[in-house]
């Protein structure tokens, strides 16, 4: 499993131009949500930012995610099936894409507070918030990406099958996060926390348990 | 006639409970007056969509379990009436918020956890008409129906729970939940609970009808050209 999720990392720098275009894309994205709101109202209310920045997450790492089944050749599927079992596969898809998704988070963390100003006040609860809703997202979207994939138009198919399946996570990140931007105590947060690793341990478990069904085609 | 018994009942049970739920005595409460009729038949659909999704999951789960395309069918056409009774579940809903509450959508958390449902069954349903191959669209389908069931879950019944809703029974409002029904309105609500769910089954036992009659058709068809 260790193998398969090194031999991702290098086969993804070797396409480092996808990697560099979705973070384009996401620069792209927090700008232009900086010129149509960012100009006007010089401080957003937490809501807003919130849920302005859980957008811009959500359409990125859709992309993010989506690529990692669909862009895949057959003949390396073909050759990965002959060396391991699903199970390993996708647990190792879904670490990988952890990573992705966790580091795009970042970037994205990064550049709001660059244009859009960071208002957060308790940051670790921020961060955490933030790897946990990755870990949601990776594994939520990587079983819909094996699915999308098999279909011939698989970007749109994985944005329909996703945004239902994903609002749960966004709504408790979209919570946490303006309970950090107001900085209030870590038990207001609990319950939507505790909803949060709830729906990944769900989300993950699944995954483990339906991806052999897919692949076999 | 020996095996239409439920259909039977169905029927007399809805005609009771439309007979009966206009015509009975109901308790008289602030702001929901005679619009807690409603209770009979708008939230007896909730009941139905959940009881049908729920056989349809069973007959995804079946199907990978061992392959026969005859389960598929199944899942695809209680999921199909699952989805009747929750757009309907929505419209009975929305006629009763708008003289309720004051308008027809009012980002109750109950409400948008239902909107959020049927979201999910219309990507179920264009899931499978963007596969051909009929044993791959029952197979990732099927997948994407148990993974959607499970991610639902949270969503429509524990949500709802945890923040302030306006529903009746829920965080203060005057009115019924479960456990305070007003004894006068039980002899109807749970006739009317049985009579839709029997009648959504029938529904889908129809539309199953109609679907192998017309694979019959077509692998007749086939015969005589070959």
Avoid at chain 1, 160 to 189: R, Y
Avoid at chain 2, 51 to 80: E, K, M
Avoid at chain 2, 106 to 126: R, V
Avoid at chain 2, 149 to 156: C, E, G, N, Q, R
Wanted: hydrophobic fraction near 50%.
């Amino acid at each position: 499993m260790y193998t398969l999720f090194l031999f991702q990392f290098r086969s993804e720098f070797r396409r480092k131009s996808i990697f560099l275009s979705l973070v384009l894309y996401l620069i792209a994205l927090v700008f232009i949500n900086y010129l149509s709101i960012g100009i006007q109202h010089r401080s957003l209310s937490p809501g807003i930012w919130s849920a302005l920045f859980w957008m811009a997450m959500l359409s990125t790492l859709i992309h993010v995610v989506a690529k990692s089944f669909m862009g895949d050749k057959q003949g390396t599927m073909t050759y990965l099936y002959s060396l391991a079992s699903p199970g390993q596969i996708i647990l190792s898809r879904i670490f990988y894409n952890f990573f992705l998704c966790a580091g795009i988070a970042f970037t994205g963390y990064v550049f709001f507070a660059f244009w859009l100003n960071n208002p957060i006040e308790d940051t670790p609860l921020f961060i955490l918030t933030l790897l946990l809703a990755s870990f949601g997202f990776s594994s939520t979207l990587s079983i819909l990406s094996a699915i999308a994939s098999k279909t011939n138009n698989g970007n749109v198919i994985m944005a329909v099958l996703s945004f239902p399946i994903l609002i749960g996570i966004l709504l408790m990140s979209i919570k946490i996060t303006k309970n950090c931007i107001d900085g209030l105590e870590w038990e207001a947060s609990a319950t939507p926390l505790m909803m949060l690793v709830g729906i990944n341990l769900l989300a993950s478990a699944f995954t483990y348990l339906l991806f052999p069904y897919i692949w076999r085609s | 006639m020996k095996n239409s018994w439920w259909k039977i009942l169905s029927v007399v049970l809805l005609i009771y409970t439309v007979i009966g739920g206009l015509l009975l005595e109901v308790p008289r409460l602030v702001i929901i007056h005679e619009s807690i009729r409603a209770l009979y038949f708008h939230v007896p659909m909730w009941f139905g969509m959940v009881f049908l999704f729920l056989v349809s999951v069973g007959y995804s789960i079946a199907y990978l379990r061992n392959h026969q395309q005859r389960f598929d069918t199944i899942a695809s056409t209680f999921a199909h009436a699952g989805l009747v009774f929750g757009i309907l579940g929505i419209i009975t809903g929305m006629i009763w918020a708008n003289y309720t509450w004051g308008s027809p959508w009012h980002g109750d958390p109950k409400q948008n956890g239902a909107a959020i449902s049927t979201l999910i069954y219309l990507a179920y349903f264009i899931l499978r008409g963007s596969l051909d191959n009929p044993e791959q669209r029952a197979r990732l389908s099927a997948v994407y129906s148990i993974f959607a069931f499970a991610a639902m879950i949270p969503l429509i019944f524990i949500i709802p729970r945890m923040t302030s809703s306006m529903h009746p029974g829920s965080g203060g409002n005057p009115g019924f939940n479960m456990y305070d029904l007003d004894s006068r309105m039980r002899p109807v609500f749970y006739p009317a609970v049985v009579g839709w769910m029997l009648l959504g089954t029938w529904i889908a036992s129809v539309r199953l009808r109609i679907l192998q009659a017309e694979e019959k058709i077509l692998d007749l068809e086939y015969e005589k050209n070959k």
